[in-house]
Nanobody, 121 residues
């Protein structure tokens, strides 16, 4: 069974940095795009950043120039480096990946359990 496990959230002051990690494990044949979403209280979940297997990236306008997404295909892991954090970045951050698994066999969209990021002084 495939699962995504996130780590790296926490409390940080405005202007600070955090690095999120998300590792995929289980019976994995291949991983296509990976990404990070976030959901603040009372708001819809939104895309923060995404990266293809080949390394092409896409960012929400609100995080461009501050956040960097990267991945290590050998480790089935995606990262989100967050710099110059603002209070409005406070949310639960979710990892997402399109994975072709072996058991059960087939392509599915997987989500992590979420990690809280709080930006506050």
């Amino acid at each position: 069974q495939v699962q995504l496990v996130e780590s790296g959230g926490g409390l940080v002051q405005p202007g600070g940095s955090l690095r999120l990690s998300c590792a995929a494990s289980g019976s994995i044949f291949s991983i296509n795009a990976m990404g990070w979403y976030r959901q603040a209280p009372g708001k819809q979940r939104e895309l923060v950043a995404a990266i293809t297997r080949g390394g092409s990236t896409n960012y929400a306008d609100s995080v461009k120039g501050r956040f960097t997404i990267s991945r290590d295909n050998a480790k089935n892991t995606v990262y989100l480096q967050m710099n110059s954090l603002k209070p409005e970045d406070t949310a639960v951050y979710y990892c997402n990946a399109g994975i072709y698994g072996l058991s059960p066999r087939g392509f599915s969209d997987y989500w992590g359990q979420g990690t809280q990021v709080t930006v506050s002084s």
